[in-house]
C-alpha cells in the first residue's frame, strides 16, 4: 500500500573545500600522527593525556566526515513530496525546510532549480543539481507537476535551450 509520500534522494552538493578522500586522508595523516607520537618517548609523560585528547578529537573527525558525506543512517539529503507539504532535508547536521501547500503563492520549475514562492513574499531556491539520475530526475518533475496540480498552484516551467 502507498503510503502518500515520495522521497527523491539527493546526492551531496559538495561544496566543500576538500573533497571526501582529502578529508579521510588528513583524518589517517592525524591517526597516525597520534599513534607516533604515544609510541615514541619523548616528552617522558609530560603531557602523555594530550595524546589521548588528541586521538579522541580524531575519532571524532574522521566519524563526523564519514557521517556528513556517507549514508551511514540511512538517506540523509532528500525532497519530499507529502499530501501537502513538501520538505527538503539537505544533509544530517542541518534542519529540514518544510513548505506547506497553504503557503506556497507559486511554483517556479527551472533546468537546475525549483523555486519556491511563498506567500508571504519570500523565494526559496532548492538546487536540482543533487537530483541523481535521470529517471529520479524525471519522476522529480512529475511530482512537482502533481502537487501543484492537486493544490492549485500556478506552475511555471521553463526548459533549457541548446547551446549553438
Known amino acids: ?11 551531496p552538493a559538495n561544496t566543500s573545500r576538500v573533497p571526501f578522500w582529502g578529508q579521510l586522508a588528513i583524518g589517517a595523516f592525524w591517526l597516525a600522527y597520534v599513534l607516533f607520537s604515544m609510541r615514541s618517548n619523548a616528552g617522558a609523560q609530560d603531557y602523555h593525556f594530550l595524546h589521548w585528547v588528541f586521538l579522541v578529537f580524531t575519532f571524532v573527525y ?6 556528513n558525506n556517507a549514508p551511514i ?3 540523509q539529503s532528500y525532497l519530499e513530496f507529502t499530501p501537502g507539504y513538501i520538505v527538503h532535508k539537505n544533509g544530517l547536521f542541518r534542519p529540514k525546510q518544510v513548505f506547506a501547500a497553504e503557503h506556497i503563492a507559486a511554483l517556479e520549475l527551472k533546468p537546475l532549480q525549483l523555486r519556491v514562492r511563498q506567500k ?6 532548492l538546487n536540482l543539481r543533487e537530483v541523481k539520475g535521470k529517471m529520479r530526475k ?7 507537476r502533481q502537487f501543484a496540480a492537486q493544490h492549485s498552484l500556478p506552475l511555471a516551467e521553463s526548459s533549457s535551450t541548446p547551446a549553438v
Open 62 to 67: 574522521i566519524g563526523y566526515v564519514l557521517v
Open 120 to 125: 508571504d513574499g519570500e523565494i526559496y531556491a
Open 138 to 144: 524525471m519522476s522529480f518533475r512529475e511530482q512537482v
Open 1 to 11: 500500500m502507498p503510503t502518500g509520500t515520495t522521497r527523491i534522494r539527493l546526492r
Open 73 to 75: 543512517f540511512g538517506t
